[in-house]
């Protein structure tokens, strides 16, 4: 009971920490995906992103071709590996994050974009 309770803590901490992440790396262009409203940001909005084909929001319409054409689905692999390396994940994406390289935060962050009500 007690590692299940430990555990728990520890992912509402790491959501707690995805939070604070997402406000540093992401928001100058994304909503959070936590927050009600429309996006009124330049990136796409990322409200249940995980499990969902990438480019594939019909509301966003300035997605790269490069992306569009990359058939990827955002799974926390894909996602991961994004974070780390946008331009070595999908060569001619326009993403302008230089990438993270901590494995703990990026994964913060997916678990953050993970607990977000779906857009």
Request: one cysteine or more.
């Amino acid at each position: 009971m007690a590692a299940l309770l430990f555990g728990a803590e520890a992912a509402t901490a790491q959501t707690g920490d995805g939070a604070q992440l997402f406000a540093a790396h992401c928001a100058m262009c994304h909503l959070d995906p936590h927050a009600p409203g429309d996006s009124t940001k330049i990136g796409p909005p990322l409200g249940g992103i995980v499990g969902r084909k990438a480019a594939a929001d019909p509301d966003y319409t300035r997605y790269s071709a490069a992306l569009r054409r990359s058939g990827m689905v955002w799974s926390e692999a894909s996602l991961a590996a994004y974070l780390a390396a946008p331009t070595q994940a999908v060569p001619g994406t326009t993403m302008a994050l230089v990438g993270m390289t901590s494995p703990a935060e990026r994964t913060a962050i997916i678990n953050y974009l993970k607990s977000a009500p779906k857009r």
